[in-house]
């Protein structure tokens, strides 16, 4: 059976890898609320078509909107349909969702990753720390590689941003002796 294509399944078995790769990504609930489940369109790409329609009701020619944490969602779920390929690219997979959904997110995404290569690209530096590998970009040149410990260590641009970012979560009166130190 291919994943991709759904060769040498019917349409049930196809209907079955979707659903779960969408609970595994948590859209599920997202794509069971819309006015047509699974065949809702989700684009509003043809509003200028004739016949189209703007309520978003599941219409034929309409789309519904979704927002961005739900958009990237789907895109995961879409990854998880694909199966357990050679290669993930992930770019800012969860910049949309809260800090719950993402740290969600970010625990299946790991366990999915394991043992493959996966490139993550994240200005959330929370989200590379457990990278067997951190390149740290520059204006478009790679300027540190490593792993959190030792770009931290090396007390160069990763640190720094790092260190910007915690200071956001660190208690108020922590946060400001920092500066003051910096």
Same mark, same amino acid.
């Given at each position: &059976?291919?994943?991709?294509?759904?060769?040498?399944?019917?349409?049930?078995?196809?209907?079955? @890898?979707?659903?779960?790769?969408?609970? #595994?990504? +948590?859209?599920?609930?997202?794509? /069971?609320?819309?006015?047509?489940?699974?065949?809702?369109?989700?684009?509003? &790409?043809?509003?200028? &078509?004739? !016949?189209?329609?703007?309520? !978003?009701?599941?219409?034929?020619?309409?789309?519904?909107?979704?927002?961005?944490?739900?958009?990237?969602?789907?895109?995961?779920?879409? /990854?998880? @349909?694909?199966? #357990? #390929?050679? @290669?993930?690219?992930?770019?800012?997979?969860?910049?949309? @969702?809260?800090?719950?959904?993402?740290?969600?997110?970010?625990?299946?995404?790991?366990?999915?990753?394991?043992?493959?290569?996966?490139?993550?690209?994240?200005?959330?530096?929370?989200?590379? *720390?457990? /990278?067997? *590998?951190?390149?740290?970009?520059?204006?478009? /040149?790679?300027?540190?590689?490593?792993?959190?410990?030792?770009?931290?260590?090396?007390? +160069?641009?990763?640190?720094?941003?790092? !260190?910007?970012?915690? *200071?956001?979560?660190?208690? *108020?009166?922590?946060?400001?002796?920092?500066?003051? #130190?910096?």
């Amino acid at each position: &059976m291919d994943v991709l294509t759904g060769a040498g399944t019917d349409d049930e078995d196809r209907r079955e @890898l979707v659903r779960a790769a969408a609970e #595994r990504a +948590g859209a599920h609930p997202v794509i /069971a609320d819309l006015p047509r489940g699974y065949d809702t369109l989700l684009s509003r &790409m043809f509003f200028d &078509m004739p !016949g189209g329609d703007k309520d !978003g009701d599941g219409g034929d020619q309409s789309g519904v909107p979704l927002s961005g944490g739900q958009w990237q969602r789907l895109a995961l779920a879409r /990854a998880y @349909l694909r199966g #357990r #390929r050679d @290669l993930l690219i992930l770019d800012e997979p969860s910049s949309g @969702l809260d800090a719950e959904a993402e740290h969600e997110i970010h625990t299946g995404l790991r366990a999915h990753r394991r043992g493959r290569t996966s490139l993550l690209i994240s200005h959330r530096l929370g989200t590379v *720390r457990e /990278a067997e *590998r951190i390149a740290v970009l520059d204006e478009g /040149a790679v300027v540190e590689t490593g792993t959190h410990d030792e770009l931290i260590a090396a007390e +160069g641009v990763y640190a720094r941003l790092f !260190g910007l970012q915690a *200071r956001g979560y660190q208690p *108020r009166a922590e946060a400001v002796e920092e500066v003051a #130190r910096s």
